[in-house]
Structure formats: C-alpha cells, structure tokens
C-alpha cells in the first residue's frame, strides 16, 4: 500500500528535523557547513510538515471521506515543498518563524481532519488522532519545563522525543490498523463478487443445464462455443397439450402465460425427480432427456399424467376446461450441443431419435392413449411387468 511509503518518507523527514534541532545533523553529516546547520531546521520543519501533510491526506483517505480537507491539504502540501525550497534563501530569523506558522497551522488541520474522518466512522482515525495527542502532549511538557512551570527530570528534558515517539509507535499501529481494514474490504468485495457470480451461475442453469455442460465436458457456460456436440444414447421424451390451439384461442395473452407457467410448473418437477433434463420448452410442449436409465422416462411419465390428474381437479373447482396430454418416449444415439451465431447460442439436441419421438407421440392421439414408449426403450425395461403396457402396430 502507497501509505508505507509515505509513511516512511514522513518518518525519515522527521528524524532529519530532530537531528538538525540536536546538533546531530551538523556533527555527523555537514559540520563543514555552519550556516546551513541553522537554516537546516527551519528547512526540515518544512519538509517534515509537507510530508506528514501527505501522509495524512493518503492516510485519512480526505479524497474520499472529506473533499474539503482534501483541497486544504493539496494547498498545505504545495505551500510546504515551495516555501522548503526558498528557505536557503531566508534569513533564519524570517525562515524559523515561517516554518513555526507552517508547522502549527498544519497540525491544527491535521488533528482536525482526524476529528472528522473518526465521526466519519473511519476505523483508522482513532490512531492517528492518539499519535498526534502523544506529540502535543509531549510539546506541552516541553514548553511548561521551559517556563519553569514544570521542574526539570526525564519526562520534561525529554518530552518532545518521548511524544515523537509514541507517535511514530500508535501511527504504525494505525497504518497496520488500515492494512487490516483494506484486506477485509478487499476480501468482502471478492466475497461478493463470487456471490454474485454464483447467483449469475445460478440463473444462468436455468437456461443451460449443468448436467448439459458435463455431456460437453465443459465446467463453466463461460467455456462454452457454437458447434461444440458429443453424440450419446439417450432416452427422448416429447409432451404436448392436446387441443392447446383452442384453449389459447379462448384466453388473452396474459392468460395464456398464466395458464403455461401454472402446466410448466406442475410438469417440471416431475421430469426433474426421475434424472431428467427439460433440453427446451416449445410452446406448450416440453422436450427432455433421460441419459441415465430409459424407464426413468417412463416413470416420469407416469408421474406426470397423476399430477395432471390433480391438477385437472383443481381447474375443474375453478370450472376451467380440464387438460389431455401426450407423452411420446424413444431410446436411440442423438447429437447433443450448441447451435446459433456469435450474438446468439443455444443448446439443442438433433438426430433421428429426436424425430421419431417427436412422431411417437403425435400418434398418442391416434391410439388415444397418454403415453407411447417405443420398443427400443421397451426392451431396456428391466421388469415391463410392473407397467400396464399393451402392444400396438
């Protein structure tokens, strides 16, 4: 995070400021240079304050949690690294004075942004306005030693270092503080963005079955492309609504919706329990496929024409005209996988197995019987005993 960064820059600023206040600096890196060694605290006042200006404008996060201070600070930031670039220029009398007004009016904004941003409830201002407390706390000392308010001993001698220092100790804690607090976040956004996809996932198997994708060998929609096909041996069914032109012909459009939804629903399920896949709804007829075991197809007939029945006792109270259907099953190899452009896919499944149970069960009208299965899914019966099931040519 960019806030490290400035974090350090704002801590080696600081450390050149108190080197330049305790001699350090003009004994150990320019103690050829007296005159700088005086112009080199005001210049590190400025320099320290521009820095902690930045820091705290990234730290706080102003852009986005006060737009006002934000525009104070830029100007503070702008102000501080002009004026630090003059300064060799100043008398030191001039420059120590300007630097005093800089520093102080900074640190007036500074505790005030972290006032803010903390009723703002952002999390990380509590340590950054701490850190500022232990270092005016510190200053205080300092000046009420200097006055003779205070008696001289370790903790006024040695005030303003001890309050640099917890300073420096709590806006470390606060930066790590706010590493936490971004991590989280980051982690709760992708947390939500996986959510959403699942939910996207979700919505989009409503359209495209899973167990679709799996005869594609594919694991994500995403992965899928136009053309893609595997042939396989699986049991077709067909179902239509007999005389469904003439009910729709007595509702209105809406109606006609109602009316489908209301079918779909009652059917859907049924397929779903016995391993079936609806591939597509055509109008009022349905199309699914059964891979696993072709008298799972018949069972869901059966299943189907009992909760037909139901459902017929409930039109039947609203005096509403009571439904026939037909169901036509055929075994066989089909073509299963995607056709369209490339604005527009859909999954389908082609082959002569496909015909010949749409035909199958076109001819349940003929017979006037429910239900037609083919002798190929007849023969994969494992006990055709168990159905009531009558030969026809």
């Known amino acids: ?21 305790n001699g350090l600096a003009f004994q150990y890196l320019w103690p050829q240079y007296p005159a700088w060694a005086n112009l080199a ?48 220029f100043l ?12 520093i ?30 232990a270092f005016l706390a510190g ?59 699942l939910q996207m996932m979700e919505s989009v198997s409503r359209f495209v079955p899973e167990r679709f994708l799996e005869f594609l060998g594919k694991k994500d929609i995403s992965d899928i492309s136009i053309g893609e096909a595997t042939q396989r041996d699986m049991t077709l069914m067909f179902v239509d609504i007999r005389k469904f032109t003439t009910l729709s012909e007595n509702m209105t459009v809406e109606e006609n919706f109602h009316f489908l939804n209301a079918y779909l629903q009652r059917m859907g399920p049924s397929i779903h329990s016995d391993r079936g896949i609806i591939d597509k709804f055509i ?19 059966i299943s189907m024409m009992q909760e037909l029945k139901t459902y017929n006792e409930h039109r039947g109270k609203s005096n509403y005209t009571p439904l026939q259907i037909g169901i036509g099953l055929h075994f066989g190899p089909l073509m299963l996988g995607t056709v369209g ?18 035909r199958i069960e076109s001819v349940t009208k003929i017979f006037r019987t429910p239900i037609v299965l083919s002798d190929f899914v007849y023969k994969k019966l494992a006990n055709p005993s168990l159905y009531h099931l009558r030969e026809i040519d």
């Open 139 to 197: 200053i205080i000392l300092y000046v009420l030693k200097t006055l003779s308010v205070l008696p001289v001993f370790f903790l006024t001698e040695y005030a303003i270092q001890l309050g640099s220092a917890i300073q420096v100790v709590l806006l470390a804690l606060g930066l790590a503080d706010y590493i936490n607090t971004l991590q989280s976040e980051r982690k709760d956004l992708i947390l939500d963005k996986l959510e959403s996809r």
């Open 341 to 358: 452009s490339s604005d527009r896919m859909d999954t389908t499944v082609i082959g002569d197995t496909v015909n010949l149970a749409s």
């Open 1 to 21: 995070d960019k806030n490290y960064l400035y974090y350090v820059i704002f801590i080696l600023g600081y450390l050149v400021f108190q080197f330049s206040l």
């Open 283 to 301: 109008g009022d007829a349905i199309m699914a496929l059964f891979p696993d075991d072709p008298e799972d197809a018949l069972k869901a007939a």
């Open 104 to 133: 102080s009016v900074s640190t007036f904004f500074m505790i005030t942004a972290g006032i803010v941003t903390f009723l703002k409830k952002f999390r990380p201002a509590r340590f950054y306005i701490y850190s500022w407390a």
């Open 91 to 102: 008398p030191y009398k001039i420059a120590i004075v300007a630097a005093i007004f800089y």
């Open 41 to 88: 605290i005001p210049f590190s006042i400025f320099l320290g304050g521009t820095l902690a200006n930045q820091f705290t404008r990234s730290f706080l996060q102003l852009k986005k949690n006060t737009k006002r201070l934000n525009y104070i600070f830029i100007t503070l930031i702008f102000l501080g690294g002009l004026t630090a670039a003059v300064t060799i």
